[in-house]
């Protein structure tokens, strides 16, 4: 029996690809931008596998497109580029890769929390710019980290461990998310508050909840007149969570400090783009989970949960694991 065939949307770590190529025939997608929706469904038409990006848009008429399809594994926690009540109506598994990236990420944010509040971006393009003449006592002056308030909109996995690094930092600590968490509350000597008290109380705002139709702009014009015009906003969940042109007006008219955004909205923002362009706004290409441990080791699960759906048994980390034996005839 020849081996089943696999679409790879785009170049992933090394050691994922490997073990996939174990099992099957390989088709991989080597450009930088990722595959037209077209090509997919040419590339992936005969294929029993696709493993997929959360840039690539994995809808019913796509899977029709593809009638072998048996697995559809997704290169990221998130999968809301997966229409998954069709995939399971025709019986294909979708998968993700969960938990892996949820210490590094917290990192991330934290990172970006660290580099708004202090204005590293902003100190960075001065010297660059070659303005840096001497030592100024009013140069560039942002706000403490330590000891300020940190409003955790989630607590999730990512939410919760950006909740254990600042205890490092000794901040106070708020979160507010639809289910209230007693037990991290108790463990981690943080607060639960309602959104309207959150903003209003927070130094810093971090953003830790999944691209939902109740969270689609969450955070708007409402919310930032809410906070504190020395308050930061660290986005590193989905880019609509937040409403871009909210975000930039508040910036420009200092309703808040500023901004530190691992994902946008559109996503990737051109460089022309205000955001791009306020000095307050520090942008990054979605790198929160960037790191070559972590990128490795989704490229394994990946490929795990791939393997698995092509064999039938169940993979690691279904999304939908009642696809199996649900195709209609």
Not at 28 to 57: F, H, M, N, Q
Not at 85 to 108: H, K, Q, W, Y
Not at 175 to 189: F, G, H, K, Q, T
Request: glycine share 8%; net charge negative.
């Amino acid at each position: 029996m020849p081996n089943p065939s696999v679409f790879a949307t785009r170049h992933i770590p090394e050691a994922g690809l490997q073990m996939i190529r174990e099992v099957a025939e390989l088709d991989v997608w080597a450009e930088e931008l990722p595959p037209p929706y077209e090509t997919i469904k040419e590339r992936a038409a005969e294929c029993e596998g696709i493993l997929s990006l959360l840039t690539d848009r994995m809808d019913g008429e796509l899977m029709d497109a593809c009638p072998r399809l048996k697995v559809i594994s997704n290169y990221a926690v998130g999968f809301d580029n997966i229409d998954v009540d069709a995939a399971t109506s025709r019986g294909i598994l979708a998968t993700n890769t969960p938990e892996v990236l949820s210490e590094t990420t917290a990192d991330f944010a934290f990172a970006l929390m660290l580099a708004a509040a202090r204005r590293v971006d902003e100190g960075t393009h001065y010297v660059e710019a070659g303005q840096w003449k001497t030592w100024g006592p009013e140069l560039l002056l942002g706000q403490d980290v330590h000891h300020a308030t940190l409003g955790l909109v989630g607590l999730g996995r990512i939410g919760t461990g950006v909740a254990k690094r600042a205890r490092g930092f000794s901040m106070r600590v708020l979160y507010y998310d639809a289910v209230r968490r007693p037990d991290i509350e108790s463990v981690l000597d943080i607060e639960y508050a309602d959104m309207h008290s959150l903003l209003q109380q927070a130094d810093f705002v971090s953003l830790h909840v999944p691209l939902l139709p109740g969270t689609h702009h969450l955070m708007g014009a409402r919310q930032f007149k809410m906070m504190k015009n020395t308050a930061v906003l660290v986005n590193t969940a989905r880019g609509p969570i937040v409403d871009t042109d909210a975000l930039v007006d508040a910036l420009r008219v200092g309703e808040i400090m500023g901004a530190g955004l691992d994902v946008t909205d559109p996503e990737p923002l051109p460089a022309d783009h205000p955001l791009v362009q306020l000095p307050n706004c520090l942008v990054v290409p979605h790198l929160a989970s960037a790191s070559v441990q972590t990128r490795t080791k989704m490229a394994t699960m990946a490929a795990e949960n791939l393997i698995a759906g092509l064999e039938g048994r169940m993979p690691p980390s279904p999304v939908n694991p009642q696809a199996v034996g649900a195709k209609n005839g």
